[in-house]
């Protein structure tokens, strides 16, 4: 984030008001929150796409539910970083979205239909007074008629398509193991290997227990728990 | 709670606001409530879940009222910490959403699915303005066709799963005894003296007739006195 | 009331925002209304409740407008420390939903659903911006189904069942009075004795005159005078 | 009104705040619009009500709209000390609600109905946000079923019924007089008399035609000028 | 206009807040525009009213829309002085209303009744945030039923009826014109004389051409320019 | 515009507030952005109406949509100065209005009537919280029944009718011209070259190719280029 | 932008409000977005419409996201400069108009019928309190019955019609080589020659691979890629 001059004062106070030099500050501050949240990352395979994160390593904790990859559909999840009651809301909104438009249309929401529907919502809340915006950051992926895609949002409400993202605290040195390793229709062995290494550099003391994984193909949504994750690495 | 910088001055009076590290501040103050309530705890036994907490030592009040567990349904329970009117608000609200669940689809709500409904009811006072966050946690818990569960929210919306769980003031000391102590499928009895020994240990001075227990199994919500307390721990 | 820090300026002056520690404002400083108002009492008797309270002593004043403790139906009456204007305006709620519910259901309103009911309404005032709390205790007895009852609201919207209860500038001194002196199923006039004993304690200089005090049984609400408490503590 | 410390800026400037003592400064501070006004007095005679004001001299102005004292209805009148044009206001909403009460009910409003939807509008704008409270006291007399009726409502929305009561700049002393000579069933002439003392000794130099008079009776709402207020005062 | 004290600092920013004590500084400052508007006179004469005021002097201007003298309807007109473009608001207010009235009563409108029903619009903006009070007194003149009228309404919604009244910067001067010089039944010759005077008494360096004058009888009301007015003051 | 005392400060920044001398800040800094628009002139003509203003001169610019004279109905135009994109607004409100107008009434809107629609539209800029004052002045010309019309409004929401008329940067300096070149029915030609030098006095630097010119009459609206221009000023 | 008192603080941070000098201060930081955004140019050519932009450089995103030139129908596009959520809203706007528009009067919208509508929706949030302005400057460019039309609107709701504009980062320099080398009727490929200097002027060290240009005409809408941009180019 750039720097904020000391007379600011007030600027960033309210999501409806810009500073002097053009920016929305409280936006800005929103995507503190997202760089804040724990690493998540998104990765186009062959024929589906990968989201990873990782969870947190709570004793006694149900592990289902302190999850951050979500099912939206069973051809469509999402991961979020930054505030987790946000990712919790945007999931629901996510889900019936999704199924109005199966009864509606009669078949599965494609996955920039469903992205722009979130986006728009965390937009409206940077432009309406009496609403903070969203501080969560999604990384929306899904199988539809087009194939495999991978979406990102952030707090400003914009989207952009990726072969392969991360966002969270980790962040930019996840995106540089992508970037390097990144390559088209991967296998979900070379795709999972892929997704541990980029998290494991974005986190510091990554343990196995803690890897949330979801592969997402137009057969399936499935999560993958610890042991299974290893299973599927070492695959043939 | 993180130490919040001097100049942060306003970003922590209204709740639309982010501070320039991306934090919701008032959602961290209303967390300090949930920390100020006294201890709660609850706990996944054998085919059920018990509930626990300390009531005010209040001579000439009629026990019954200022308790801080409640019946939801007769498969339901939860108990506060923080804010008692908050709790007792939210109570009635999960109530009615029972019966009306109860009515429309022919069956006793899921527990995960009133979780849901309540931690959505935070989630929107965390996000709009004119309204300020719950500031109470809760601990819910209950037994469904998938078999007991225990939740917890939090004033920002999030949901948990927990096998064990402890919020309130003495939170951090009774999390240490359910860790240590937890075990899969104990009976009442072992459960019973494993919650008692949590909140004993978050909070000093407990008398007897101060603990407030409920135990939730698929065939009732049974709340049980201090004799009955007694006589439960030293069974068989 | 804890002492607040000087630079929690603002934290206290709307009702929507959490101070640091987790504490609303605005609801102790109505708490502060109603430590301000003058002593009332009530106590549960043999069969019945007995309200009572302080009169401010006006002379050309018709004594039943600036009465304290009001008839809600011909079972249940209530007593106000605070802002009397706020107790006015709660009374009329009572009254109307309390004909509402006979109308309805063809039977009184019992006493914890009319408590409830009023509770509810001051919690909203603690939650929504636009609203300043209700800066009224009441204490509210009556005679339903299950025999006597005697309930507390605080401005929070707290609510609480007693079996003797005090409030207002008084409270603390009559609260002692009432624990040493309560008996379970007391006469009329032992009730009365009691509840004299703990006002006289409560306020200073009390005039036999400016007591106001009503016994509610199952078959009446009777307001009692001057020189009726006379004989009434003098009976047998 | 009790002194008010410093360090209370603020807490005076928006009606839904208590002060950290439990006041509502803005309602106290309406209340010093009502001693600000001019003096008016009720007293309740033989079979009716009699209110008196005093009328500011302006030469060129048409007496009768220059009044403080209104006809609600041919058997309800009210005098009112403080902001005039919010005492216009509420003689409109009266009127209407006693027209509706008659059309509804086929009978003439009674005095205390009347003045508890007066109170209540009062109590509504100290409330909510977005309105000031009233800056105006009102005498409300009238004669109904039972019998001659005479109330105060003051900004708080608090109602007292009264046998004789005065409002204004020269309450405290026009009160004294109240107090001593107030009789039982005095007659129109003794009523006149009281009164008119009342008035002088709470207003310095009060001219004959600045006094206004009405006296409410089971006939009839009757203004008295004063050459006939002269003729009365010597009648018999 | 009474000294406001240093530190009243933001009793006077909105128009919902009460000072100490016990005055609306808003209204008072929209008192303030009225003082300084031009001066306007209204008169009752011989079954008529008159109204006049100053023109700014505007070369190239259509005289007839710089006015400030407005018809209402055939037996009603006004004159305003302040903020203009208030007047202009109220006029077209006061013109429907009377129409309506006209429709639905088959009768035309009662002075009063405009002026009570414009005296509550200016009110209604006192007391609701969200509206600033109207900065424009008005005279109202006009012949019904009862004979001639006269009204003023200030910005706090108050109405008097006046014999003869003037309203702006010279109002002060004026008035003492008028109640010198004011007779009961003056003809339309000398009534025309006597608001000359006090108009040209109130304002420096009046020209004859920057006169507005009408006269409202039961017949019509008739606009009186520069050249008419000469010819009607001489007249017989 | 008068000077501003210096702990006016907030007086100004609400448009619901008078200062204490009863001015409306808010409306006269709008007057500002009038002020320092660029200039533009209207002057009733023989059976017409001529509006004039500068174009700003803009490279590869489409002149037609930079302009600042728009037709509103083949009958009326109208010249604006201030913010343009306030002007673009209202010229829409007026064309609807005036279709409407056509439609229900089967005739031409009038143009005080169109005038009187948009100020109106203006003054409620100037009253409501929650909007501010529109920053744009408006000449208005037509033609009607009643011959050609030309009328001005200001922020405040006040219409004047003038026979010639100048707002905007060069406002003071063009009325001096017109004020002594004005004469009654003149021709397009003579109208045309004394708006022209209006402009040019008002304006530095004008190049025939900046200005833009529009003749109304009862027959068309008609746009001059700079090419007419020159063509009409110098024909006959 | 002109540069702002240092005491002029406050008149900048809510849009309804003017400064003493009539300026709209948070429009004009909203235009500060726009010229913080990448430059983007449009380009009048023969029988069609060029727009262009520069993408930033993200590796692994799918460039189709990260676009700034959007197709709203099959002959209107549009390319924006500042906040681009805002862009993806106003686009999504303009598509569903378009589609209405198409479905309602049987016919594609016309260009400025178009750019009308979303000059209006950015001028009500500069005027509505609780709205921000759009943050975003937009080239509008289709060809429809008329022929070719290029518009642009800015974040005040103006909207200018050019033959060949550039908005963003680089405009000055961008305009500069436009308004130097346009031609009335280019060629796509002398077109493409021309926006492709003055984007290269506009921005530093301009990829091919990251410009963005897309041409519309009667026939289609069509986007042209790196290579193609080569080819087209070198065509001929």
């Known amino acids: 984030m750039q720097p904020i001059p000391p007379n600011y004062m007030a600027y960033d106070r309210t999501i409806v008001v810009f500073s002097p030099d053009g920016r929305l500050l409280q936006v800005e501050y929103a995507r503190q929150a997202v760089k804040r949240g724990s690493t998540a990352v998104g990765i186009i395979i062959n024929k589906g796409v990968m989201l990873g994160a990782i969870k947190s390593s709570m004793p006694l904790a149900v592990s289902e539910t302190s999850k951050k990859v979500f099912e939206v559909d069973d051809h469509i999840g999402l991961v979020g970083s930054g505030i987790l009651a946000d990712a919790r809301y945007l999931v629901e909104m996510a889900r019936v979205k999704a199924q109005i438009n199966e009864i509606t249309y009669g078949e599965p929401i494609s996955v ?125």
């Open 112 to 236: 920039p239909t469903l992205t722009k529907y979130l986006a728009n919502h965390k937009h409206m809340a940077t432009q309406y007074a009496g609403l903070r915006p969203f501080g969560i950051g999604l990384l929306i992926g899904g199988v539809d008629k087009t194939g495999p895609n991978l979406y990102e949002t952030d707090p400003s409400g914009t989207m952009i398509e990726w072969k392969a993202q991360a966002i969270g605290r980790g962040a930019e040195k996840a995106k540089k193991v992508l970037k390097t390793g990144f390559k088209e229709n991967m296998s979900e062995k070379d795709g999972a290997k892929l997704l541990l290494k980029a998290l494991k550099t974005g986190e510091k003391n990554v343990e196995k227990e803690n890897i949330e994984l979801a592969v997402i193909t137009d057969k399936e949504f499935k999560k993958i728990s610890g042991a299974e994750i290893d299973k599927l690495v070492k695959t043939k």
